[in-house]
C-alpha cells in the first residue's frame, strides 16, 4: 500500500521568513495531494490540495508542487505569519482508497 | 451543514470501563472514516465505511475496538474494555465521493483512561 513520509517532524522559522514541507510517496498510481493545517486543539483542515495532471498550485501565500517522477511534493509558505504556526499533514491518495497521511510537520513562526 | 459532529468532546474514563465514541457525518456524503491521533503515531486510519458497509478495519488495533455504522447518518466507535494505551484523541471524518474528494474532519474526541 501507499506511504507517505514527511520532513521536518519541527521546523521554526522567524516571522516573514519561508516555510517548506517536503513529502515523498511510494505508489505511483497516487493521483491527489492534499495538505491538512491544525491549529492547537483543533481538526485538521484542508488548505490546499495538488492532483496529479498538475505540476504547481498556488493560493496567495501558499503554494504546492508536485514531483510525479521523483514522487514528491512540497508546500511552501512565504511571508509566514504567527498564525501559521500549526502541525501541518500532507497526504496521498490512490483509486478509491482512504487518504494516506504523513506524520506531521509543527510548525513555529517566531515573532 | 453544521459539518462533522462528534460525541463526546472529552471523556475521562477508568481502565476497564466502556467507551462509546458517537459520530454523525455531513449529509449525503457516503464514506465514513475513523482516526486515532497521538503524539507518537500522527494520524492513524482505523476503520473506514462506505455507504454504511465497513470497507477497511485493519487499523483497528485490538478486538477491543469495534465500529459500527447502522444508518447513514451515525457512527460508534466503541472500545471494551478499555486501557491507558487508548488515551487519544479520536477523529471522525467523511467525504463524498468516496476517495476522491475532500475529508471533512469532526472536532474530535479526548479519550483518558486513567
Known amino acids: 500500500g501507499e506511504n507517505v513520509e514527511q520532513h521536518p517532524s519541527t521546523l521554526s522559522v522567524q516571522e516573514g521568513d519561508s516555510a517548506v514541507i517536503k513529502c515523498t510517496y511510494s505508489?505511483?498510481?497516487?493521483?491527489?495531494f492534499p495538505w491538512y493545517k491544525q491549529e492547537l486543539g483543533k481538526r485538521p483542515q484542508l488548505i490546499i490540495d495538488?492532483?496529479?495532471?498538475?505540476g504547481e498550485k498556488k493560493d496567495q501565500r501558499i503554494a504546492v508542487t508536485l514531483n510525479k517522477t521523483a514522487k514528491h511534493f512540497s508546500l511552501h509558505i512565504t511571508e509566514t505569519q504567527p498564525e501559521d504556526s500549526a502541525v501541518y499533514f500532507c497526504?496521498?491518495?490512490?483509486?478509491?482508497?482512504?487518504?494516506?497521511f504523513g506524520k506531521g510537520t509543527r510548525l513555529s513562526v517566531i515573532a | 451543514d453544521a459539518g462533522v459532529i462528534q460525541s463526546p468532546r472529552h471523556e475521562v474514563t477508568e481502565m476497564g470501563q466502556e467507551v462509546t465514541l458517537r459520530c454523525k457525518p455531513i449529509?449525503?456524503?457516503?464514506?465514513l472514516f475513523w482516526y486515532r491521533q497521538t503524539m507518537m503515531r500522527g494520524l492513524e486510519l482505523l476503520i473506514y465505511f462506505n455507504n454504511n458497509v465497513p470497507i477497511d478495519d485493519s487499523g483497528m488495533p485490538e478486538d477491543r475496538f469495534s465500529a459500527k455504522m447502522p444508518n447513514a447518518s451515525f457512527s460508534t466507535l466503541k472500545i471494551q474494555p478499555s486501557e491507558p494505551r487508548d488515551s487519544a484523541v479520536y477523529f471522525c471524518a467523511s467525504s463524498f465521493p468516496p476517495g476522491t474528494g475532500e475529508l471533512f474532519f469532526g472536532e474530535g474526541s479526548r479519550l483518558t483512561v486513567l
Open positions: 505508489d505511483s498510481a497516487s493521483n491527489y
Open positions: 497526504a496521498a491518495l490512490s483509486g478509491n482508497t482512504p487518504l494516506v
Open positions: 449529509s449525503g456524503h457516503n464514506s
Open positions: 495538488i492532483r496529479s495532471n498538475v
